[in-house]
């Protein structure tokens, strides 16, 4: 349980944390990049939203995203969805799910406001700097991300191409060439993508879970896959 904010003029005290640890003090001065956003498996994104104040609050939750290259700021922040009003208990947290899935597009940043309109409002919307009821995500693509899938080690290495695409190369157990070598752009917040080994055909999936984590699937069409979590090893 993370330290209450003991300020008895802020019973409420909402925050989406920029790194493990963070009690809220703002504005940030190094960088941030929030431990408690996530994408589930369905693609719809989740926020970890906690409570360091000293009563019950119900808090507002709204997802948004901002295009590549574009500042974050308001004129740039398309809302994406909703999570249902969360009750969130004296120095909890509480996990909320957009109610809308993050499918497509371009938008490589992910916002997520969180928020009593009275008791604990936003001062500095879509300021994840200098307001700690707003939260961001951004994609982890660039960098090396290594984990298990089933029995053997893997390694996706993922740098940047021309024309906003990347390439990754994956790498089992150590090997000096990847299994895998590719050039492509990504759907939304995931790469998936057909390789034909001999005679079978085998679907690679490739997602973000959060800022140092990203979800590997490889299996047959129609059939069962294996599953691992990558953690980001190099930037």
């Known amino acids: ?31 941030f990049a929030s431990p408690d ?19 019950e609050v119900t808090a507002t939750t709204e997802f948004y995203v901002v ?11 398309r809302l994406l969805g909703v999570g249902n009003p969360a009750i969130i208990e004296p120095g909890r947290s509480v996990q909320v799910r957009c109610n809308r899935a993050w499918s497509g597009g371009q938008a490589d940043v992910l916002l997520v406001m969180a928020f009593h309109p009275d008791l604990d409002p936003v001062v500095r919307p879509f300021d994840p700097q200098a307001d700690r009821h707003v939260g961001q995500m951004n994609y982890p693509w660039v ?15 993922i740098r940047p191409a021309l024309q906003g695409l990347y390439r990754l190369r994956l790498y089992e157990n150590g090997a000096g060439f990847p299994r895998c070598d590719r050039v492509m752009k990504p ?29 590997l699937g490889v299996g047959p069409r129609g059939g069962p896959a294996e599953k691992g979590v990558l953690d980001r090893v190099e930037a």
């Open 187 to 215: 759907n939304g917040h995931r790469f998936h993508w057909l390789e034909v080994e001999g005679e079978v055909r085998l679907f690679f999936d490739l997602a973000v879970v959060n800022n140092n984590r990203l979800a």
């Open 1 to 31: 349980m993370l330290r209450r904010v003991r300020e008895l003029h802020r019973p409420s005290y909402l925050i989406l944390r920029a790194r493990p640890g963070d009690t809220g003090d703002r504005p940030l001065a190094a960088p």
């Open 143 to 157: 960098g090396t991300f290594a984990g298990r899938l089933g029995e053997r080690r893997v390694r996706v290495e």
């Open 37 to 55: 956003i996530m994408v589930g498996p369905d693609g719809r994104p989740q926020a970890v939203v906690w409570n360091l104040g000293f009563r």
């Open 67 to 77: 295009p590549a290259g574009l500042p974050v700021a308001p004129e740039n922040a």
